[in-house]
C-alpha cells in the first residue's frame, strides 16, 4: 500500500516521532524512522482465531495503520509456523491451510489489513538451513547426532530481553516445551535449531540429518530475509518475549554481528477469569462465534478499549458497551461525503493522534473520538470519521447493529 501525503507543517502531532514501549530497554522510545520493517509472529494454524488472536493483530494493525497515516513507508509481514497435525489424523499442511485461511478470514471481517508478506517456514528451508551453518561455522552452534543445538553461554547477553536469571528462565523454557534432559545437549536451556526426523513428522533433507527446523530459527530466517539483518520492530504476544524472542535475538546477533531489532512490543494476555485464554485450557473465545452476533466494529472498539501492553479479563458487559457505542459511531460518523482534509484534522483532530502518539493509547484515541462524534459542528464528526476509519480501521457499517 502507498504511504499518504505528509500532513502540513507545524502541527506537533503529525510532526513528532510516535513513541513506542520497547520491552528490551523497558522505556518508551521515539520511532524515528521513515521506513519502518514490522514483523509479527504469526499464529500457531489450528484451533484459530481465538479473542487473544484478535487482540494483539488488530493492536499491530492499527500501528500500520497510524504509522501509514502519518507518511511512514511501512513493510509489514506476518508469519506462519509448522505444525504438527496428529491428533487429527490429517497431513500436516492440509489442517495448516484450512486453518490459516479461516484465521485471515476471521482478519478480514475484522477490517484488519492483509499483510504486505505472510512467509511459510515451510517454503523457506534452504534459508533457515544457511543461517544454521553460518552459526555452526562461528562456533555458537553444534551438532549432535542429527540435532544442531544453539550454545547459549556462547551468548553472554542471552536473557537481556525478559530479563530473568538463569534459572528462571529454565523454569519457564521448561514449561514451554523445552526438554532439559536431552543427553544430546551441552546445556539443559540449549534450544533446538535443527531436530533430526520422528515418525509422523514432515521432514526436509539437511547435512545434519533428514529432520525439520527448531520454532525459533525459522522466524530469525523469514524475518530477515524480507526486512534485512536489522529492521524497526518485532512483536507478538507477551507469552513469546521468553523463549522465542529471546533467541530470535541470540542466534540473529551472533550470525551478523548487528543489533536485530531497534522496538520489540508486545501485547498483554488475555484472560478468562483467573486463566490465560490458551488452547491447552479449552478457555478461548473464538472470534467466528462472535461474529454473526456482534458486528465487527463492536468487536473491535472492545478489543482497542484496552492498552495493547495491559493484561485484561473477557468481561460480557464491556463487549455489550461497545457494542452500543459502535452504533453510536455508525448514526454519528457514517455518512458519504469527503474526507476531512489535512487542516480539519490539524484543528479538530489533534487529540486522537496524540493519543496513538504516546505508546498507541488506543482507550484515549477512542475516547476523542467519542468527543468526535458529540460534537455539533460537522467538521469535527467529519475528522471523526476520517480518523475513525483511515486509522483505527473502523467501517460505521449500520447492518446488523
Known amino acids: 500500500m502507498s504511504a499518504t501525503s505528509l500532513p502540513p507543517s507545524g502541527w506537533t502531532p503529525y510532526m513528532s516521532d510516535p513513541v513506542l514501549y520497547n520491552t528490551l530497554t523497558r522505556k518508551k522510545e521515539p520511532l524515528s524512522d521513515q521506513s519502518v520493517g514490522i514483523y509479527v509472529c504469526g499464529v500457531t494454524p489450528y484451533d484459530t482465531t481465538h479473542l487473544g488472536h484478535a487482540f494483539t493483530y488488530t493492536a499491530f494493525d492499527v500501528l500500520i495503520r497510524y504509522l501509514r497515516f502519518l507518511g511512514r513507508d511501512v513493510t509489514d509481514i506476518d508469519d506462519d509456523?509448522?505444525?504438527?497435525?496428529?491428533?487429527?489424523?490429517?497431513?500436516?499442511?492440509?489442517?495448516?491451510?484450512?486453518?490459516?485461511?479461516?484465521?485471515?478470514?476471521?482478519?478480514?471481517?475484522?477490517?484488519?489489513?492483509?499483510?504486505?508478506?505472510?512467509?511459510r517456514a515451510t517454503e523457506h528451508i534452504p534459508e533457515i538451513i544457511r543461517l544454521i551453518d553460518g552459526l555452526l561455522a562461528k562456533g555458537c552452534a553444534y551438532a549432535s547426532d542429527g540435532n544442531v543445538y544453539f550454545d547459549v553461554k556462547n551468548y553472554p547477553n542471552f536473557g537481556k530481553l525478559c530479563g530473568l536469571s538463569y534459572v528462571a528462565q529454565l523454569e519457564v523454557a521448561n514449561e514451554r516445551g523445552?526438554?532439559?534432559?536431552?543427553?544430546?545437549?551441552?546445556?539443559?536451556?540449549?534450544?533446538?535449531?535443527?531436530?533430526?526426523?520422528?515418525?509422523?513428522?514432515?521432514?526436509?533433507?539437511?547435512?545434519?540429518?533428514?529432520g525439520r527446523p527448531g520454532w525459533h530459527i525459522e522466524c530469525s530466517a523469514m524475518s530477515m530475509k524480507y526486512l534485512g539483518e536489522s529492521f524497526a520492530i518485532h512483536g507478538g504476544g507477551g507469552d513469546l518475549v521468553f523463549p522465542h524472542h529471546e533467541a530470535e535475538i541470540a542466534q540473529s546477533e551472533c550470525l551478523t554481528g548487528k543489533p536485530f531489532v531497534r522496538h520489540w512490543m508486545h501485547t498483554g494476555m488475555l484472560y478468562c477469569g483467573e486463566h490465560k485464554m490458551s488452547k491447552s485450557l479449552g478457555n478461548m473465545v473464538f472470534l467466528a462465534d462472535l461474529l454473526p452476533v456482534c458486528p465487527p466494529d463492536a468487536i473491535r472498539l472492545y478489543l482497542l478499549g484496552h492498552h495493547y501492553r495491559e493484561p485484561w479479563n473477557h468481561d460480557r458487559r464491556e463487549l455489550a458497551a461497545a457494542r452500543t457505542l459502535a452504533r453510536k459511531f455508525s448514526h454519528t460518523l457514517n455518512g458519504g461525503g469527503e474526507e476531512a482534509s489535512d487542516e480539519e484534522i490539524g484543528r479538530c483532530g489533534s487529540g486522537v493522534l496524540a493519543a496513538l502518539a504516546d505508546d498507541l493509547e488506543t482507550p484515549?484515541?477512542?475516547?476523542?473520538?467519542?468527543?468526535?462524534?458529540?460534537?455539533?459542528?460537522?467538521?469535527?464528526?467529519?475528522?471523526?470519521?476520517?480518523?475513525?476509519?483511515?486509522?483505527?480501521g473502523l467501517t460505521f457499517d449500520t447492518s446488523g447493529m
Open 81 to 119: 509456523i509448522l505444525l504438527r497435525a496428529r491428533s487429527r489424523e490429517m497431513h500436516w499442511k492440509e489442517l495448516g491451510d484450512r486453518e490459516y485461511a479461516k484465521f485471515m478470514a476471521d482478519m478480514q471481517h475484522l477490517n484488519n489489513l492483509p499483510p504486505e508478506c505472510e512467509p
Open 364 to 392: 484515549k484515541a477512542i475516547e476523542e473520538l467519542r468527543r468526535l462524534a458529540n460534537s455539533a459542528e460537522p467538521e469535527a464528526r467529519r475528522v471523526g470519521r476520517t480518523l475513525g476509519k483511515r486509522v483505527l
Open 178 to 210: 523445552n526438554f532439559p534432559a536431552d543427553p544430546l545437549k551441552r546445556d539443559p536451556l540449549d534450544f533446538v535449531l535443527w531436530q533430526a526426523k520422528k515418525d509422523g513428522e514432515p521432514s526436509w533433507p539437511s547435512r545434519w540429518a533428514e
